[in-house]
Each structure stands twice: as structure tokens, then as C-alpha cells.
């Protein structure tokens, strides 16, 4: 198999492209924490997908005038607001789709790791719910930090006694791609269209490895030129939190990055074979039990995950470096959920 292209353009990724052509449905999606910063524009990209009939917002304040705001597009399918805990299984029956963006953002100064003392518990609530509710649909999750909150996911289906559940529990990393991809096209001046820079390894810091070496098109590359592009993508994400001031995070970028990821889930829940990289459960890694790789995504979510492949010397030590942080936001994870 062909690994790690870039099989959704910039266009149809969203929907515009595609928009009113014949495509069956995949269904129903949630976006959970939908009035917030990356799940108001998010919700707008996943009502433009043709596949999608019917969208869930749910949140714990806001989503009634979200859903009423977007109903008025003039899209196929249908917007419902759900607010408050006592509203968020109408909001999951049914899904095929749930997309978790909840949780509060860094700060300048801020780890992703900062953050977990309070989205831990918002991402076991709600990955609970899902579990009871629609324990077949495949989850994104968007809330930081990813490398722990996919553990915590995991471990809610397994106590549940859910089996098969982790190729449909996905953490989000699309972002480091779409930004690999726009760094690395304007670096070597290609066509972004064209560009396809596979990221593995988690989404915090070091653990986000860039393999330019596997980059489509093939270039050449100063070694120096390499390092320092490797760190402004581990970086990429505090630096829209600085340039943001306190008011947050990277928003509209994940909104597009996260609305690639649900149309590349929903056309491999449809049949289709689409690859892309995701931060699953894996043993690819001896001793690391889950790892941005990249993947296969069909009709039970990842059907396939794909060998790191052949990687340069600096790769390699990235890779190595990368093991005891992920490790330790792997564990703290698992930790919390079954305390
Ligand atoms: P935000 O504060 O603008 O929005 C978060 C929303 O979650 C709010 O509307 C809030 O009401 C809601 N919420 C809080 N608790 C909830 C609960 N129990 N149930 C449902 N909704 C709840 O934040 P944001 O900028 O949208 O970021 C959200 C999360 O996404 C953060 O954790 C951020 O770090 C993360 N993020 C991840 C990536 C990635 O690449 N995976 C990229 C950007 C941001
Ligand atoms: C990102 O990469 O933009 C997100 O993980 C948000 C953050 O805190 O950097």
C-alpha cells in the first residue's frame, strides 16, 4: 500500500469542492464542546460535508445558538444544539461519528500537560457516555493533551468490557501534518497540493516527529535546515499560543485539520481505503503502547497501521528521545482512569 499520501486535497477536505455531488451518508456526528473555539468553525466544515446527514452539537453552555446560527445553511443536514450533561445522550444515539474537541486551551507559559488536571476528567466523562451510548462510533479526540486523554479514552471502553474498541478511539494529530505540509512547501516552494510530510509519535513537544526524510515529493534537505524545520513544527502549536496572547489556542487551523480527519474517517466508514496518521493504541513500538502512526482507515476504523519504515539518523534519535515523555503521558493516563 501506498502510505502516508495526502488522499484528501485542500479542496474537497472540506467539502467545497464536493459539495451537492452524489455521496451516500455516513450518518450522524457529534461534535462535543461545539460553542467553543475549535468546535464552532469545526461544526460549520463537518455541515458542509455531503456525506454527513445529521450533526449533533453538544456542549455544557452555548450550543443553542450555535445549532440555530448554522441550521440556516443551506446544506443537506440536519443541526441539533444538546446542552448540559442531562441532554448528551440524545446528543450520542446514533452516532457513527463523535468528534471531542472539549476542554480548556494552554496559556502562554502552558504545557498540553498543564492542562490535564482538568480535561482528564471532561474526556473520561464524555468518553463514557460515548461507550454506553454509541459504543461502535469512532472518536476523535481533540482535547490536550492527546498523549494521555487516548489512554484515558481506551481504558473507559476496556473497564466496560468493550473489545475491538481502539482502532476506533483516534487521537487527532492532523494538525501537525496540514502544518508540516504548509512549512515545507513554502520552504522548498511546491505546491501545498502536492506536499505530504508524515508525522508520527505524539502531539506534545518531542513527541511530535516529522519524518521530512519519507516527504513527498522527494527533497534535498540541509541537515541544519532539517533540525531547525523539525522544531518549528514541535513548536507550531505554542507558537499560535504566544501569538494568541491568552486567548488561547490554535483554533481555525484544527477546526480545518479536525474536518480532514472526520471526512477521511466517514469516507473509510463508507468503504473507502484512506490513509492518514492518527494517534492510536499500537505495539509497533516495543514498551510504548500507543503511537502516532500512520494508518489505514476503513469501515471499523484503523484497519491497517503501518511500519515507521526507513527513517535518517536523526529520525532515529528523535524517535528514541521521544519514548520516556510519551511514555510517562501514556501511564498518567491510564492511571487516572482506572483510579
Ligand atoms: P475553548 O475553551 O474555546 O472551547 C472548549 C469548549 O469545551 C467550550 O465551549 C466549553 O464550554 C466546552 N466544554 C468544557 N467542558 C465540557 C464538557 N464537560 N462537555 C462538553 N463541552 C465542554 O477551547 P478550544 O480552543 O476549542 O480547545 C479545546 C481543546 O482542544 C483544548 O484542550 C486544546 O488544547 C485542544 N486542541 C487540540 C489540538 C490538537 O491538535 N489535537 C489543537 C488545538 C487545540
Ligand atoms: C496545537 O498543536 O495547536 C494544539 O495542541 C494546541 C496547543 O496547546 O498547542
Known sequence: ASVGARRVSSTSSVGYASRGAVACSAGKVAVLGAAGGIGQPLSMLVKMLPSVKELSLYDIQGTKGVAADLSHCNTACKVTGYVGEEELTSALEGCDLVIIPAGVPRKPGMTRDDLFNINAGIVKSLATACAEVCPNAILNIISNPVNSTVPICNEVYK?????GAS??????TTLDIVRSNTFLAEECGLDVDQVDVPVIGGHAGVT???LLSQMRPKV???NKRIEELTTRIQNAGTEVVEAKAGAGSATLSMAYAAARFAESCLRGLQGDKVYEC??????LIPDLEYFASKVQLGPNGVEE???????????????EGLIPELKKSIAKGQ???KN
Open 220 to 222: 534535498q534537505l540541509e
Open 159 to 163: 473497564a466496560k468490557g468493550i473489545t
Open 208 to 210: 511530535i516527529l516529522p
Open 335 to 337: 492511571e487516572f482512569a
Open 278 to 283: 492518527a494517534y492510536i493504541e499500537s505495539s
Open 167 to 172: 482502532a476506533r478511539i483516534l487521537g487527532v
Open 305 to 319: 497501521v503501518f511500519e515507521v519504515g526507513q527513517v535518517s539518523d536523526f529520525e532515529q534519535q528523535g524517535i
